[in-house]
Antibody, heavy 120, light 108 residues
């Protein structure tokens, strides 16, 4: 069964660092991109960026470039989203999604979401 | 960056109704348009890809049309599980595979 399983909820203070993970199973990890999507409380979906796990090539939305880092470890079928200095405005649910690269790039499988709360 | 708009932003409909949601792109994107449904507290689910292609396992009451800059999602015979938020996404132009702002479908 195809699955993306994400880290559980995190509570952090402003200025702290954080890495959340997205572990894939049931398919060939290197055959699809992984994208990360932010959803702030009560708001819509924002596309943050993507990684190709075969060579770790990344692309970022300009809105997120420089504030987050996307990486992947193909030896453990896991993609990561990382912050070095969190802000209160980073409070959101973060989803990872598999991107179907040989089709219309539909995000066809999603993780369950990781709620990140940043508060002093 | 490419901008995506959706109309209406919300609508109220009854079970059994036909619903149309429109998505417009600020640049031509061919048929690189995806429709998702997001139920409360859940991850989005692909309904339509390539503007008009029904995702495997999605009921046939969902259909999509359009190309270029204007697209439509149609739901016929609205069901209780269809009360949700619907998003379009362009997947043609990088670096941002932009989502539309969403359309909320509520019970009338």
């Amino acid at each position: 069964e195809m699955q993306l399983v994400q880290t559980g909820a995190e509570v952090k203070k402003p200025g702290e660092s954080l890495r959340i993970s997205c572990t894939a199973s049931g398919y060939i990890f290197t055959a699809y991109w992984i994208a990360w999507v932010r959803q702030m409380p009560g708001k819509g979906l924002e596309w943050m960026g993507r990684i190709d796990p075969i060579d770790s090539y990344t692309e970022y939305s300009p809105s997120f470039q420089g504030h987050v880092s996307i990486s992947a470890d193909k030896s453990v079928n896991t993609a990561y989203l990382q912050w070095t200095s969190l802000k209160a405005s980073d409070t959101a649910t973060y989803f990872c999604a598999r991107v179907h690269t040989s089709s219309w790039r539909e995000h066809d499988y999603w993780g369950q979401g990781t709620l990140v709360t940043v508060s002093s | 960056d490419i901008q995506m708009t959706q109309s209406p932003s919300s609508l109220s409909a009854s079970v059994g109704d036909r619903v149309n949601i429109t998505c417009r792109a600020s640049q031509r994107i061919g048929d690189y348009l995806i429709w998702y449904r997001q139920k409360p507290g859940k991850a989005p689910q692909v309904l339509i890809y390539g503007a008009s292609r029904l995702q495997t396992g999605v009921p046939s009451r969902f259909s999509g049309s359009g190309s270029g800059t204007e697209f439509t999602l149609t739901i016929t015979n609205l069901q209780p599980e269809d009360y949700a938020v619907y998003y379009c996404q362009q997947t043609d132009i990088f670096p941002v595979l932009t989502f539309g702002p969403g359309t909320r479908v509520d019970i009338k």
